[in-house]
């Protein structure tokens, strides 16, 4: 946990400095939050391997198992869900520990650095309990008249954020982890959340092409009811409303 500790601690001291974020040109619409985190990496002088468009997650700390992934979203504008275009948001990848990074900034700025209203890091299990799930995408081949169309199974998710799970996140900068992992250092406990698993889960679901519908098939949750609790911290000096 130290690691993400001292990141959310930067970052946190980055927003109330009035440390901007600097997109490259209206076409930046992806990689202008993550440059900022980039730099506070950098500031920490923490070696990471670079992100790129397919890779999982965003950041991979090189002497830490820890791995961040980032999601900048526009305020006022879809804050409820997020797309996670490769990966089912999960707290463990390939023995890293991971967690999410959500920044909200200006829809609209007036121009190509404005700040970072709002800022939430969350393990990834507060996501998704489960890191089991393997992601791939399939295809076969035969579909068309003439039977040689390849048909590729290009799965998204659509993940609730942090600010649709709690009250208390929007506006605020907030650290959401396990409440079995120690925190020490300058951190406040504002609440703690809990989290059910559901009675079912989702293990298959088909696709008719001649009626262009989409059935799901559910088995019992194993762990169904089962609960789990995560404390909510904020930097010493922030607002302490609870979340």
Not at 230 to 243: I, M, N
């Amino acid at each position: 946990m130290s690691k993400a500790l001292v990141i959310f601690e930067a970052c946190v001291q980055a927003i109330r400095v009035g440390t901007l974020i600097e997109r490259e040109g209206q076409k930046d619409k992806e990689f202008h939050f993550q440059n900022w985190f980039a730099s506070r990496l950098d500031e920490l002088g923490l070696h990471y391997d670079s992100p790129g468009r397919n890779t999982y997650p965003d950041f991979c700390l090189v002497n830490s198992a820890e791995g961040f992934e980032l999601k900048g979203l526009a305020y006022p504008g879809r804050s409820a869900n997020y797309d996670c275009n490769s990966q089912v948001p999960r707290g463990e990848h390939n023995g890293r520990q991971i967690f999410y990074v959500f920044g909200r900034y200006p829809k609209e700025p007036d121009g190509d650095r404005y700040p970072v209203l709002d800022f939430v890091m969350c393990h990834g299990e507060f996501l998704n309990a489960d890191s089991t799930y393997v992601h791939k995408n399939e295809s076969f081949k035969g579909f068309g008249s003439y039977g040689d169309i390849l048909v590729r199974d290009r799965k998204m998710y659509v993940a609730p954020t942090p600010f649709a799970l709690v009250e208390g996140t929007a506006h605020q900068r907030t650290l959401i982890v396990p409440a079995e992992h120690a925190i020490d250092g300058p951190f406040v406990c504002v609440g703690e959340v809990v989290r059910r698993e559901a009675n079912e889960i989702v293990v298959a679901y088909q696709f008719d092409l001649r009626s262009n519908e989409i059935s799901t098939a559910t088995v019992l949750n194993p762990n169904a009811g089962k609960e789990h609790t995560f404390s909510v911290y904020r930097l010493q000096g922030d607002p302490t409303e609870p979340v």
